[in-house]
C-alpha cells in the first residue's frame, strides 16, 4: 500500500492538475535544480500534459547536461531546449568579452537577459501557464512570492507550486522517493546555474550565495523572474549586423 502524501506534495500535485485543467498549454520551466526535479517526478507519475523546456545558456555546467539525459531515460519525457540568439552572443563577447559579467551588474545582466530572458520569451510564446521550483526561502529577491501569479511580461499565468516548501521537505521528498539531482549538490551547490556564475557554498551561507557571489543579494535574479532586459538583447542583435 503507497504511503499518504504528505499536505506538501499533495497541494502541489493538485494545484498541477488545476493547471492542467484550465490551460491549454502548461510548460514547466526547469534547471534541473532539486526544487524542479521534484516537480518533474510529480508530473511523470501523474502523467500530466505538462511540457518541459530548459534554457541551455551555453556555459551550463556538465553535470547539469548529464542530469538531463538521467530525466530523458528515467522518466521517458520530451525536454524542449532553447538556445540564446549567436549572434547576440557573438556580439556581446565581441566587445565586452567572454567574461564581462564579473565586472559589474549592468554586463552581468545583460549577459542574462541574451542568454536567458530572450529564449524565455521563445519558449513561452503560445503558452498561458508558467510553472516554476520557486521558493520564498530561497532568497531575498523571493520573499513575497506568490503560488499563483500573473506574469505581465509574458501576458500569461505563473505558478510556483514549492513556494512554501522548506529546503529539508524538498530533499525529503527527493531522498524518499530516489529523484535523480544534479552531481553538484553533493558537493556544496545547493543552487545551480551557468558553470562560471555558481560556486560552492560554506557552511552556514544562504543558500543562494553561491550564484553572482560577488553581487549584492538583492541583485541575484537573473531576469527570469523579473521584466527582461529585452532592448538590451536587440541592442546586441543590432551590433552584430552592424
Known amino acids: 500500500m503507497s504511503p499518504t502524501p504528505s499536505p506538501r506534495v499533495h497541494e502541489a500535485t493538485a494545484l498541477l492538475r488545476r493547471v492542467v485543467a484550465q490551460h491549454r498549454a502548461p510548460a514547466l520551466a526547469s534547471g534541473f535544480g532539486a526544487e524542479s526535479m521534484v516537480l518533474i517526478d510529480l508530473i511523470a507519475k501523474q502523467a500530466l500534459p505538462i511540457t518541459i523546456f530548459t534554457l541551455d545558456t551555453g556555459r551550463l555546467p556538465q553535470e547539469t547536461y548529464e542530469l538531463?539525459?538521467?530525466?530523458?531515460?528515467?522518466?521517458?519525457?520530451?525536454?524542449?531546449?532553447?538556445?540564446?540568439?549567436?549572434?547576440?552572443?557573438?556580439?556581446?563577447?565581441g566587445?565586452?568579452?567572454?567574461?564581462?559579467?564579473?565586472?559589474?551588474?549592468?554586463?552581468?545582466?545583460?549577459?542574462?537577459?541574451?542568454?536567458?530572458s530572450a529564449p524565455l520569451a521563445r519558449a513561452l510564446a503560445g503558452r498561458d501557464a508558467w510553472i516554476t521550483g520557486?521558493?520564498?526561502?530561497?532568497?531575498?529577491?523571493?520573499?513575497?512570492?506568490?503560488?499563483?501569479?500573473?506574469?505581465?511580461?509574458?501576458?500569461?499565468?505563473?505558478?510556483?507550486?514549492?513556494?512554501?516548501?522548506?529546503?529539508?521537505?524538498?530533499?525529503?521528498?527527493?531522498?524518499?522517493?530516489?529523484?535523480?539531482?544534479?552531481?553538484?549538490?553533493?558537493?556544496?551547490?545547493?543552487?545551480?546555474?551557468?558553470?562560471?556564475?555558481?560556486?560552492?557554498i560554506e557552511p552556514g551561507e544562504d543558500i543562494r550565495a553561491g550564484r553572482w557571489w560577488w553581487e549584492r543579494p538583492e541583485h541575484k535574479e537573473c531576469g527570469l523572474h523579473r521584466r527582461p532586459i529585452a532592448i538590451t538583447v536587440r541592442e546586441e542583435r543590432l551590433g552584430a549586423a552592424s
Request: hydrophobic share 35%; net charge neutral.
Open 68 to 93: 538531463m539525459d538521467r530525466v530523458r531515460e528515467r522518466y521517458r519525457l520530451a525536454i524542449e531546449i532553447y538556445s540564446p540568439d549567436a549572434q547576440a552572443v557573438e556580439a556581446f563577447v
Open 95 to 116: 566587445t565586452h568579452g567572454v567574461n564581462a559579467f564579473y565586472r559589474n551588474v549592468e554586463l552581468r545582466q545583460r549577459c542574462c537577459a541574451i542568454r536567458k
Open 134 to 200: 520557486l521558493r520564498r526561502a530561497q532568497s531575498v529577491t523571493r520573499r513575497d512570492l506568490s503560488v499563483e501569479e500573473f506574469d505581465a511580461e509574458h501576458g500569461l499565468a505563473k505558478f510556483n507550486p514549492m513556494a512554501d516548501w522548506s529546503e529539508d521537505e524538498v530533499w525529503g521528498y527527493i531522498r524518499r522517493h530516489d529523484v535523480p539531482t544534479n552531481a553538484l549538490h553533493s558537493l556544496g551547490y545547493p543552487s545551480i546555474g551557468c558553470a562560471p556564475c555558481t560556486r560552492a
